[in-house]
């Protein structure tokens, strides 16, 4: 999955995209204390940063 594709489904399920430098920062209101930072190289996050992502944000 490319960060494009995870931008749309956090913004899907409610989370707030931060412009940053070289990573963006996600967060949600109803989830105070969870921030997730998303690269914006090209290509495919790595599955194991992935999993983390998805983990921590609740969303498959």
Same mark, same amino acid.
């Given at each position: 999955?490319?960060?494009? %594709?995870? #931008? +749309?489904?956090?913004?899907?399920?409610?989370? =707030? =995209?931060? %412009? /940053? /430098?070289?990573? %963006?920062?996600?967060?949600? +209101?109803? #989830?105070? /204390?969870?921030?997730?930072?998303?690269? +914006?190289?090209?290509?495919? =996050?790595?599955?194991?940063?992935?999993? #983390? =992502?998805?983990?921590?944000?609740?969303?498959?």
């Amino acid at each position: 999955m490319t960060a494009k %594709e995870l #931008k +749309r489904k956090l913004i899907a399920a409610g989370w =707030i =995209i931060a %412009e /940053g /430098g070289s990573h %963006e920062l996600a967060t949600h +209101r109803d #989830k105070p /204390g969870i921030k997730v930072a998303i690269h +914006r190289h090209t290509g495919d =996050i790595p599955s194991g940063t992935l999993s #983390k =992502i998805l983990k921590d944000t609740g969303l498959k």
